[in-house]
């Protein structure tokens, strides 16, 4: 069977100004994904920055897979895009979306690529268009959650127009939208998580801790967009991965995450850890249900925390996360393998993980990266580093994943991970792997 991975971007993208670089490399994975697919014949259709799909330098995919064939889709819209992978006569086109800064809407953009690939007689694996539109806005996710009876916290969607629909109207003696809105927030159990209704991730979140800061904030010039005032839910924070399709899905263990000083995850900040074996009390007959209920099918990632009462889904991304390598990474077999196994076989039933530990520095040099490549527990080290970034923090990351036989185990190799590399590392890095680490021994 002729299998196209496809994967598309809405941005613009300047691979002379922003850098991706991973070890072992996207090449290499694809040639091991093709030696454990010998049936098949794979192809990576992608646009750059082709995240887990292909290497490029520049604006030039770099022809580092041996035994597969990579294209570049020039496409600016799903039409085109569609157009250029049938004209590569797949038998399966199977959608890999990856994320772009701003909206996180590249699942949905992947989802109409798969709808004209279906009418015109190709296979695809692809969420429906409703699932990734609803999953790509926070307001629709909840709708979804509610509908599904799946436990997510208490919320009030603030939509921006009506909110502030009173400003510029002197005629408007009180706005009645705004009027509800306070309602709403009073309502809730601070402290509140703010959140943009379509934003990336965490990024631009706002956490208050009474009514009038959550007020404050919405009242504010720095709100400029739909929000969703959302409770915190104090526990443990963890992300899972939901591969397959209706009627056979796979739900991966959870993994933990760590948090900041707010008690919500930073994507530049977080550490995690697992996977988590949770046995009978763990969210995977949940998370099931939910996959049924919204049909999805390819991967999505899911946030969750462990409250004194439960599990409790936070967001759903139709797309790869940087957990989706963590899991690789954990299994010892290349991504795409692992989502053809848990989508077309049965491979979750012989699939063994080992314990990892996955956490981000300040991107380095190539010659330093070889050096964390090397170390003696790193299996995936993955560099994203912006060159304009006119802030430090700005300036990206380097990803780093280190596995060990045994949980007990990981701690020791962060240890050893921050006295080979001291001036990577910040004081609280062995803190929080000590932490991480000893959870999962108990678990």
Not at 208 to 230: G, M, T, W, Y
């Amino acid at each position: 069977m002729r299998i196209v991975f496809y994967s598309t971007n809405s941005d613009r993208f300047d691979g002379e100004t922003f850098e991706i670089r991973t070890v072992p490399s996207c090449g290499c994975m694809m040639d091991r994904t093709a030696e454990m697919f010998p049936e098949h014949e794979l192809i990576a259709a992608t646009q750059l920055p082709a995240i887990y799909a292909a290497d490029y330098r520049g604006n030039s995919v770099l022809s580092t897979s041996r035994l597969t064939e990579t294209v570049i889709l020039r496409g600016t819209s799903p039409a085109e895009c569609a157009s250029e992978i049938l004209a590569l006569g797949p038998d399966l086109a199977f959608a890999v979306p990856f994320w772009t800064s701003g909206h996180d809407w590249l699942g949905l953009n992947d989802a109409l690529v798969a709808e004209i690939l279906r009418k015109n007689g190709v296979a695809a694996v692809s969420h429906p268009v409703g699932t990734a539109s609803a999953c790509a806005d926070k307001f629709m996710t909840h709708l979804a959650l509610e509908k599904a009876g799946i436990t997510a916290p208490g919320y009030v969607y603030v939509h921006n127009g009506r909110y502030r629909c009173a400003m510029g109207h002197p005629e408007i003696r009180t706005n009645v939208y705004r009027e509800e809105a306070l309602r709403g927030l009073a309502g809730l159990r601070f402290p509140v998580v703010i959140k943009d209704s379509d934003g990336l991730s965490s990024h631009g979140m706002e956490v208050a801790v009474s009514p009038a800061q959550a007020v404050h904030f919405l009242d504010s010039k720095r709100n400029r967009s739909d929000r969703i005032v959302e409770e915190f839910i104090g526990g443990t924070q963890f992300g899972a991965e939901i591969h397959g399709r209706p009627g056979h899905y796979t739900v991966l263990p959870p993994v933990m995450m760590s948090v900041n000083r707010y008690g919500i995850t930073s994507p530049r900040q977080c550490m995690k850890a697992g996977p988590l074996i949770s046995g009978t009390d763990g969210p995977e007959e949940m998370l099931a249900s939910l996959a049924e209920f919204l049909r999805l099918e390819g991967t999505a990632q899911v946030d969750l925390v462990r409250g004194q009462d439960g599990w409790y889904v936070l967001d759903i991304n139709t797309r790869l996360s940087g957990m989706s390598q963590l899991y690789a990474s954990s299994a010892g077999i290349p991504l795409f393998a692992m989502l053809l196994q848990d989508t077309l076989g049965d491979g979750e039933n012989r699939r063994v993980f080992r314990p990892v530990l996955n956490f981000k520095l300040p991107p380095v040099e190539d010659s330093v990266m070889d050096r964390i490549s090397r170390f003696p527990h790193t299996v995936r080290t993955e560099k994203f580093h912006d060159l304009r970034a006119d802030q430090k923090r700005a300036e990206g990351w380097c990803e780093v994943t280190l596995a060990a036989s045994a949980p007990e185990w990981l701690y020791a190799a962060a240890v050893e991970f921050a006295a080979e590399f001291p001036d990577l590392t910040d004081p609280s890095f062995a803190g929080t792997a000590r932490s991480m680490t000893e959870k999962l021994v108990e678990s």
